[in-house]
């Protein structure tokens, strides 16, 4: 197979972890960037990291790269691409462009010209131009624009790689799935291990852990982009694909316990594994998180605590921290606690003392990972004695 260059994005703040994943996949000459890593390997490597990756939102297949100043230049490099060799006329497409310091005045005309290029090489080859789709599109070609320079892509991902196929339903603001997954590899949590999520919500972490724990590939329920390109080896897919589930172990409890007040949460989080044949994996209770006991003497505890978003609502964050912080003063000794928020005045409000902060965004919301560690004793901050 011709080896080619990619680029695979991620949530900002796991590209270390995610360089680590593509070169667990076989990626050579990885190189990490802010939002993602570039590595180059033949199409059986971005088969791989489509199916394998936790970490990875898409993988884009680097077509072509140079200087513009212009829409015009953008339109002619479009134009001189031979796009015909890479998917059919009867493949609908949509065109996406970002810019990162790009001088054009509009991102939408530049974005309607290399539409344009791409029709207008489609009539030169065969006459005909493809159908423009911007819901569902066959192909998906990503334009990035820096100051000088820029790239077409085409995206071997299709619809986003945290949509894993599992999740059906959601309460608000659920958290996405690679995400999810870097914050259980951070955390160092390993299978076997207990791990606790006492704010499930609709059981992103649950099923994250539970995949992880049976070596369910992420992608091995879901169709890719890549199987509508025309270079795509339908054979070599489908040996992947079958290695993958014969990695797969059988769903059995795991030492993985989710919990909620809300029990329309447990309800929903139920319903979601249930749908991924993984609710045997998983014990879920229906319980306030100040009343959750410790499933175990040790273990990960991991929660993404609501937000503060509507009005009135960070009177009652103020308020429940403090018991959270009780909570695990009193019951939690031995545990290492992961809290992912964009409250940054939570630990002081818990007067627990973070180890660790790491910064993570969540879509466009930036947070932190704070890292708690429960030892034996008091983990409360003391005063100095001059305070």
């Not at 059986?44 to 513009?68: F, K």
């Not at 606690?337 to 939570?346: E, G």
């Not at 973070?354 to 034996?376: D, H, Y």
């Amino acid at each position: 197979m011709k080896s080619h260059q990619f680029f695979a994005t991620c949530p900002r703040g796991l590209e270390a972890l995610l360089a680590e994943e593509l070169q667990q996949q076989g990626a050579r000459a990885v190189q990490v960037t802010d939002g993602g890593a570039s590595f180059g390997g033949d199409m059986a490597v971005c088969y791989r990291v489509n199916l394998h990756s936790r970490l990875a939102t898409r993988v884009l297949l680097e077509v072509v790269r140079g200087n513009y100043a212009s829409e015009d230049d953008l339109y002619q490099a479009a134009l001189k691409f031979n796009w015909p060799e890479w998917f059919d006329v009867g493949r609908n497409f949509m065109v996406k462009v970002t810019g990162v310091k790009c001088p054009l005045k509009s991102l939408e005309f530049a974005t309607l010209r290399i539409k344009d290029a791409v029709c207008d090489r489609f009539r030169q080859a065969v006459g005909s131009r493809p159908y423009i789709d911007t819901k569902e599109p066959d192909v998906r070609i990503h334009a990035y624009l820096a100051a000088e320079h820029f790239q077409f892509y085409l995206d071997t991902s299709g619809h986003a790689l945290y949509q894993r196929g599992l999740r059906r339903a959601s309460i608000e603001a659920p958290l996405r799935e690679n995400l999810a997954a870097g914050i259980l590899k951070l955390s160092g949590w390993q299978p076997g291990t207990s791990l606790l999520d006492p704010m499930c919500g609709s059981g992103t972490f649950l099923l994250e852990a539970a995949m992880m724990a049976l070596h369910i590939a992420p992608g091995s329920r879901r169709h890719f982009g890549f199987e509508k390109l025309k270079n795509f080896d339908a054979d070599k897919w489908k040996s992947l694909r079958q290695q993958a589930q014969s990695q797969a172990k059988p769903a059995t409890f795991q030492k993985i316990y989710g919990s909620d007040q809300d029990l329309r949460a447990v309800r929903v989080s139920k319903q979601n594994l249930q749908e991924a044949g993984l609710l045997e994996a998983v014990q879920l209770s229906h319980a306030d998180m100040v009343e959750v006991p410790p499933p175990a003497e040790a273990g990960v505890l991991v929660a993404n605590p609501p937000y503060g978003v509507r009005i009135g609502e960070d009177e009652e964050l103020a308020a429940l921290y403090p018991k959270m912080g009780e909570a695990l003063k009193r019951k939690f000794a031995g545990w290492n606690a992961y809290f992912l928020t964009n409250d940054l005045r939570m630990p002081k409000l818990m007067r627990l003392a973070p180890s660790k902060r790491t910064p993570l965004f969540n879509g466009p919301l930036e947070c932190r990972l704070f890292e708690i560690r429960m030892v034996a004793g008091s983990n409360r901050k003391e005063k100095p004695a001059d305070e």
